[in-house]
């Protein structure tokens, strides 16, 4: 019997996949051949299944097949509200709606037929997009127009607490954006993190758009970040909406002005590359500052003095503007310091243009100033962000791969890695390491995110670190060891419950390739690695949550007898099982290679006895204080 339902779940498999096929190249007549001598049960069946997460009339809508869709609902009885998985932009789209779907494509004749036979108006996605959102975004003003008139929600939001009127301002929809405003959409409403519609088409330069909120009471508030929209216009660039807001009046103050001048020219110098842009900006600010009253001095006290901006301090006097076109470094600093002052140390942007220009030194071969500027941000991220934010943890995997650019130049140059490198290696570890640290407290209150991405580059700042191992005895040997003692000691997890060791082992955990191909000692992982992790204290003999230690990844992931043997003089044992019953010998039955491991020299008497008990006596019957070693065998 069973025989039989595998017979039939392969034929109705087989079916299903090419009324797919029919479906989403628009033949009819062929979907209408292939289901026209079925129970209407079984129809009703094929037309609600479903094939990579998405439905039949989800594909119809999709790729705008009229024809389809009116058959499979009208004929073939498909519901309507049924989501399913679509791609929109490059973007996959969960939980889909029909009717979403013919909005975001911009179908109004199905969208009409969708309405008609009882879809849900404001029916969402995951992200709780709806169908007039969708309409909205790509400034299908038909479509939008008849899904209000039928009772769709312009207040709705998506998950970030955007509105159809934030999108459409955005998008820079003008047509819509008016239509809304005409329905009294709240022009002032606010985001989870508090940006509104003026602050969307400031961001995007829409001038059109920027003058029409104004119109209707657009005010000018500030987001999470404390950005208005006329800082928002100055830090995209967008200088005629910085000219237009500064032309309405009473709508920003004096000092607002003058800040978005001069956030303006920070743009210019490091977005557009236009120095004689930026200067024009810094020197409208001046003027604004000194030629009306009363006078608006900078404060000499204010400005940020940092190292890693060689020490620049903010120019505050109008006749210091020309030696500036002199000295293109210097008015990069310039840029670097009115950010930080006018942003803030917590804003993206702050940190983002400061890794910027340290990536534009680093190109030109100045690594000395891309670390001192990377590890400014570094320091900025880890105070202003929580533990394991994603901008901070990219910061750490661009060291990770500066770090590997240094040491294959080392490398192909045939010199010794410099002090200077070596010191900033470990400093940027130690503040990896902390970052693990932090984030494990965080994640032992909450499961938000998790620690493999930071575990794994900080192993592979580790691996770097011991790519070139100093004499033991050194105060070097000494602080590297303690370094990556405070690293083990934290026992810190990532995916399957697998320790710093064991991810270092396991697959798809090489980031920046498998490092110099001239130098054994500089693969992921690295004997020197390994050698390193297990001296202070990794544990050999740990499990996963598949009861996998460290040998059975490595024999499944970076077979190598040198590795393998490191493990197992290091007391890994080698006839551990895990929760399929593999063992290092079976994993390593058919490698060439195996013979030269000499399982027998690691096979111990305990552990042959280990095995002997385990099949003879109930675990229960074993003392406890040898129960886990047994259960190991």
């Known amino acids: 019997m069973s025989r039989i339902f595998y017979i039939m779940y392969q034929r109705m498999c087989k079916e299903t996949n090419i009324m797919f096929g029919f479906v989403r190249e628009g033949k009819l007549a062929c979907l209408k051949e292939l289901l026209k001598h079925r129970e209407k049960d079984e129809v009703v069946k094929l037309v609600g299944s479903t094939s990579h997460g998405t439905t039949p009339l989800v594909i119809a809508c999709r790729n705008g097949h009229y024809d389809v869709a009116e058959y499979l609902i009208e004929k073939c009885g498909a519901n309507v509200n049924q989501t399913g998985l679509v791609m929109f932009g490059g973007e996959m789209i969960e939980c889909a709606p029909p009717l979403w779907c013919a909005a975001a494509a911009g179908y109004l004749e199905l969208v009409k037929l969708l309405v008609k036979n009882g879809a849900e108006i404001n029916a969402t996605t995951k992200t709780h997009s709806t169908p007039l959102r969708a309409a909205c975004f790509d400034g299908y003003f038909d479509i939008v127009r008849f899904l209000v008139a039928h009772g769709a929600d312009i207040e709705l939001t998506n998950r970030e607490g955007h509105t159809c009127l934030m999108i459409a301002c955005y998008r820079g929809h003008i047509q819509i954006v008016k239509f809304l405003l005409a329905l009294r959409a709240n022009v002032n409403r606010k985001s989870i993190k508090g940006i509104t519609a003026l602050h969307d088409c400031a961001e995007s330069g829409y001038l059109d758009v920027v003058k029409a909120l104004i119109e209707h009471g657009a005010r000018m ?105 002199n000295d293109p470094n210097e008015m990069r600093m310039q840029a670097l310091v009115i950010r930080e002052r006018i942003l803030g140390p917590a804003h993206p942007d702050t940190s983002y243009y400061i890794r910027y220009r340290g990536a534009v030194y680093a190109d030109g071969g100045m690594f000395n100033r891309c670390i001192e500027l990377w590890n400014y941000a570094l320091d900025i991220q880890q105070s202003m962000l929580g533990p394991l934010d994603p901008i901070t943890q990219s910061t750490f995997y661009s060291f990770t791969e500066l770090f590997n650019l240094l040491i294959v130049r080392q490398i192909n140059t045939a010199r010794r890695m410099l002090p200077f490198y070596k010191e900033e290696l470990l400093r940027v570890f ?103 992790l ?16 460290v040998l059975h990844l490595a024999a499944t992931f970076y077979w190598s007898p040198n590795l393998i043997s490191i493990l197992l003089d290091a007391g890994a044992h080698i006839d551990t099982v895990d929760k399929s019953g593999s063992t290092l010998e079976t994993l390593l039955l058919n490698k060439s290679t195996y013979d030269s491991v000499y399982p027998v020299r690691y096979t111990t008497l305990t552990c042959l006895a280990a095995r002997v008990v385990k099949k003879i006596y109930n675990i229960e019957d074993v003392p406890k204080h040898l129960q886990s070693f047994v259960q190991l065998h």
């Open 221 to 325: 508030d500030v987001d999470s970040y404390g950005m208005s929209p006329l800082l928002t216009a100055a830090v995209t660039g967008h200088k005629h909406i910085v000219e237009y807001f500064n032309s309405v009046p009473n709508l920003v103050t004096r000092k607002e002005r003058i800040d978005a001048l001069e956030l303006l020219g920070a743009t210019y110098v490091d977005k557009k590359r236009d120095m004689m842009g930026a200067l024009e900006c810094w020197r409208q600010a001046m003027d604004e500052r000194y030629q009306n009253d009363p006078v608006m001095p900078k404060s000499q006290t204010s400005s940020t003095v940092v190292a890693a901006y060689d020490f620049a301090r903010e120019i505050t006097e109008p006749e210091a503007l020309d030696s500036l076109l």
């Open 534 to 549: 297990i001296k202070v204290g990794a544990d050999v003999n740990a499990r996963d949550s598949h009861g996998c230690t």
């Open 430 to 532: 130690k503040k990896a390491v902390l970052e693990v640290k932090l984030g494990k407290q965080i994640l032992e209150k909450t499961q938000f995110r998790d620690l493999n991405k930071i575990l794994v580059t900080t192993l592979h700042l580790a691996s770097l670190l011991t790519h070139e191992m100093p004499e033991e005895g050194t105060v070097e040997y000494d602080a590297l060891h303690q370094a990556l003692y405070e690293f083990v000691k934290i026992n810190a997890k990532g995916n399957i419950d697998r320790d710093v060791l064991q991810l270092a082992f396991s697959d798809r955990n090489t980031m920046i390739g498998d490092g110099p191909k001239s130098s054994s000692t500089c693969n992921f992982p690295s004997p020197n690695l390994i050698k390193a």
